[in-house]
């Protein structure tokens, strides 16, 4: 940490693909929550790779997750509407259409540090969703009022644009910034003008499908072009991606950032999805 100045350590999961994306993550945090001041997942996949269902959001939370974000398919599944005007740790995309349900930034509080987070999605060869840039900056700013600490899951397609994004965030003052929805995490983690960045955080399931997902069905998708359902791959291993940073709690100043990654054999249980 260099001097005395209090920080605060984030943990910041990629994207969770179905049941091996849930597991996963259900023992990582198991072993290291205590490590942990806050942690962030990406849960848009995690109910058999496609939204969330309320089941799945709960078991997620007593896992040890304080806050989900999430990105263009969190509308998959239908139950979504019965539930995420109470889902109190769960975010969608901030820049979707004014009266879209739920919301796209809280404000946390965990052991009397406030933690702003904000879930965005990404325009290029994505949804058709509001622009995200002046939305943003406007969010970052009320958040700074209260706090110092701005936290960014950018749900985005194409690198250019993650860089470019997280780059003015960074100018506006965020604390961290964490790209995701490629599945492939990157090896660029730096800190850019005091804040945490990663093009993208990675994955959290199978290791032996296609970004999480079954291959036969992928390559079959890819050779014919007639679409078929997917199904989330089934492996004898598992992935772990995340991120770890850590923040002034006086500041919102990132002062370290790492990756991680990790894989285990696949053991689980039998769960419904």
């Known amino acids: 940490m260099g001097d005395d100045k209090k920080t605060i350590k984030i943990l910041f999961f990629g994207d969770l693909v179905g049941k091996p994306g849930r597991f ?6 198991a072993e290291k929550v205590s490590e942990y001041d806050f942690v ?10 496609f939204g969330l269902t309320e089941k799945n959001y709960n078991d997620i939370s007593d896992y040890g997750v304080d806050c989900m974000t ?6 998959d599944k239908r139950e979504i509407f019965n539930y995420i005007e109470n889902a109190d740790k769960l975010l969608r995309p901030i820049n979707y259409p004014k009266g879209s349900h739920g919301v796209g930034s809280r404000i ?18 994505m949804n058709l969703v509001d622009s995200q840039w002046e939305m943003v900056r406007d969010e970052i700013q009320k958040i700074k009022e209260i706090t110092p600490i701005v936290v960014i899951d950018f749900h985005a397609e194409a690198t250019a644009e993650k860089i470019c994004f997280g780059r003015f965030c960074s100018e506006l003052g ?6 995701t929805h490629t599945h492939v995490q990157t090896a660029d983690e730096s800190i850019i003008n005091n804040m945490g960045y990663i093009t993208d955080a990675g994955f ?3 290791s032996d499908g296609v970004i999480g997902m079954d291959y036969k069905t992928s390559l079959s998708r890819f050779l014919t072009s007639i679409p078929e359902r997917y199904d989330v791959a089934d492996s004898d291993t598992v992935q772990l991606n995340a991120v770890e940073v850590e923040i002034e709690t006086e500041t919102g100043y990132a002062v370290a950032i790492k990756r991680i990654f990790c894989s285990r054999n696949n053991k689980e249980e039998e769960e419904s999805q």
């Open 24 to 29: 996963v993550l259900r023992d990582f945090l």
């Open 40 to 49: 962030i997942a990406n849960v848009e996949n995690a109910s058999h790779g």
């Open 70 to 75: 999430s990105g263009n398919h969190i509308w």
């Open 108 to 125: 946390f509080e965990k052991n009397g540090i406030k933690i702003g987070v904000i879930s965005v999605l990404g325009r290029v060869f």
């Open 174 to 179: 965020a604390s961290a910034f964490f790209g």
């Open 204 to 206: 959290c399931g199978s």
